[in-house]
C-alpha cells in the first residue's frame, strides 16, 4: 500500500525583512516542526530566506511531512534629494531617489507621488513612505529650514516741494 502525503504548511511565502509570519501545519493531529516546536502553529521571523518541514501525525499513527519556503525580501534604500533651504515665499521642489525602484509613495502632505512642490512658510520636515514591487515599505524625512524675508523699509524725508530733490 502506497504513502499518502496528508500534510501541508498555510502561510505567506515571501515577507519584508523584520517582518514576521504565522506558519500553520494542517493534516493532521500532533506537529513536529523543524524548528522544534510541536504546535500546529508557529510564529517565524528569519534573518533569510529559509524553508520550514513539519512531519504530522494523524489520529491512527501515520505521518507526513511537508514543507514550504519563506523568501525574505530586503526593505527598499529610499533617499528624498532637493533643496535643505530657502528664503520665506519661495518654492521648493522635493523627490525620491531611484523612483524606478518603488510602486507607491505617500508624503506626510498627503499626495501620493514621487515628488513634491513645496513652500513652507516656517521649517518643516517633509516624511515620505514608499512601497517596493515586494510590498515591502520604508520611510524617510526630509528638512527644509525656512530663513526669514530681512525686513524692507524706506526712510527719508517724506514731502518735498517741487523741484526739489531728496534723500531716500
Known sequence: VGSTNFASISGESSICMGQSLELTGNGGTTFNWSSGQTTPSIVVMP?????????????????????????????????????????????????????????????????????????????????????????????TSHTVVVYPNPPASITGQASICQGESALL
Open 47 to 139: 534573518a533569510g530566506s529559509t524553508t520550514y518541514s513539519v512531519t504530522a501525525t494523524n489520529s491512527i499513527g501515520c505521518t507526513s511531512m511537508a514543507s514550504h519556503q519563506v523568501v525574505v525580501n530586503p526593505v527598499p534604500a529610499v533617499t528624498i534629494s532637493g533643496t535643505n533651504a530657502i528664503c520665506q515665499g519661495t518654492d521648493a521642489f522635493l523627490h525620491v531617489n531611484d523612483i524606478g525602484m518603488f510602486e507607491e509613495f505617500q508624503w506626510n502632505t498627503g499626495e501620493p507621488m514621487p515628488f513634491l512642490m513645496i513652500q513652507p512658510i516656517s521649517t518643516t520636515t517633509y516624511s515620505l513612505t514608499v512601497t517596493d514591487f515586494n510590498g515591502c515599505t520604508a520611510s
